[in-house]
């Protein structure tokens, strides 16, 4: 078991920017791929970027490529995603996930792919 806990969220404007950060706990968090999802409402969960467990190779979203930057402290049991130039369109609920990995390059970017969830944080971006 993998327990996941977000923290960062909150109301930001237009072009600023927010750290989210996912503390891990429970089992060797160095074998986990992680992801960051988001679903705002009506909307389907989408992964916005994932990372590997050695965090050498990573995956975004097209619509943050170049804003936003997932990376780990495996020494910590941490994932943070550092969001910048914010947009309203990037309000939701964002999500901490996280599963096991065979291999140190792979990541997963689809939600059924993942096992283990955190609570979610909401992060909302006014114009």
């Known amino acids: 078991q993998v327990q996941l806990v977000e923290s960062g969220g909150g109301l930001v404007q237009a072009g600023g920017s927010l750290r989210l950060s996912c503390a891990a706990s429970?089992?060797?968090?160095?074998?986990?791929?992680m992801g960051w999802f988001r679903q705002a409402p009506g909307k389907e969960r989408e992964c916005v970027a994932a990372?590997?467990?050695?965090?050498?190779?990573?995956y975004y979203t097209e619509s943050v490529k170049g804003r936003f930057i997932i990376s780990r402290d495996n020494g910590k049991n941490t994932v943070d995603l550092h969001m910048n130039s914010l947009k309203p369109e990037d309000t939701a609920v964002y999500y901490c996930?996280?599963?096991?990995?065979?291999?140190?390059?792979?990541?997963?970017?689809?939600?059924?792919?993942?096992?283990?969830w955190g609570q979610g944080a909401q992060v909302t971006v006014s114009s």
């Open positions: 996930a996280a599963q096991f990995s065979l291999t140190n390059s792979g990541w997963y970017s689809l939600s059924p792919e993942y096992n283990y």
């Open positions: 990372i590997s467990r050695n965090g050498g190779s990573t």
């Open positions: 429970g089992r060797a968090f160095e074998n986990y791929a």
